[in-house]
């Protein structure tokens, strides 16, 4: 199925996304990317897959503006307070969404190497209808959204440096998604999620 994309609302079935590209102009998307790279409490984490303990291909830092837990694919994460950017970015959001959201899930691909695999944004402690925002920066990588239950429905974007992607309403309800891994020679990819803990 082709999806022609345009800024603003993506209009695929049973999803509620919304794709800002220039969220940040290229100034602020350049210092900010330097900023988080070298700032943020990047962790290597480890999941246990059939009995075997393995990095996860990626590394990862868990903010917030409270001290909740945010627990996801058996991991459970405790926050470190909002840096004064990362509460920047969040007044920003705030703006265009209306959402105040209480944590941010930062990862850092550091090559093509590096994913995160198919899976829903539907914990628990993220309430039913979850609103998402995600930012990008560095290296643009694949978005990919597949259907729950309907195989024919796909869709993918290319996540630029600067760009907003707002998912919400039934999206991690009958979607999945996942950034995969690219043989192509790239660059580090910084993206952060901020999402509500209820
Ligand atoms: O890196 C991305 O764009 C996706 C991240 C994601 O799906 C997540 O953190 O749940
Ligand atoms: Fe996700």
Redesign the pocket.
């Known amino acids: 199925m082709n999806f022609e994309f345009k800024s603003g609302k993506i209009t695929i079935p049973d999803a509620n996304l919304e794709y800002y590209p220039n969220f940040l102009n290229n100034e602020l998307a350049n210092s900010y990317y330097k900023t988080f790279l070298n700032t943020l409490e990047w962790e290597q984490y480890y999941i246990k897959l059939f009995g075997k303990t393995i990095p996860q291909p990626r590394l990862t830092a868990l903010y917030a503006i409270n001290s909740e837990p945010y627990t996801y694919s058996a991991l459970k994460l405790q926050p470190i307070p909002f840096t004064e950017e990362l509460s920047f970015i969040n007044s920003k959001i705030l703006e265009l969404t209306g959402s105040n959201f209480t944590h941010c ?1 930062a ?1 850092l ?1 550091r090559d093509g190497n590096d994913s ?1 695999g198919w ?1 829903a ?1 539907d914990e628990k402690e993220l309430g039913k209808n979850p609103i ?1 925002a ?1 930012l ?1 920066l560095g290296a643009v ?1 694949n ?1 990919q959204l597949k259907h729950k239950t309907d195989s024919a429905l796909k869709y993918a974007l290319a ?1 630029e440096h600067g760009s907003l ?1 707002i998912m919400k309403g039934s999206t991690q309800e009958f979607w999945k ?3 995969p891994k690219t043989k192509k020679e790239i660059s580090p ?1 910084i ?1 952060l ?1 901020f999402r509500t803990i209820i």
Do not use: A, E, K, V
């Open positions: 899930l990862n691909y995160m899976h944004d998402i995600s990008s990588r978005f996540l992607l998604h996942q950034l990819r993206n999620t």
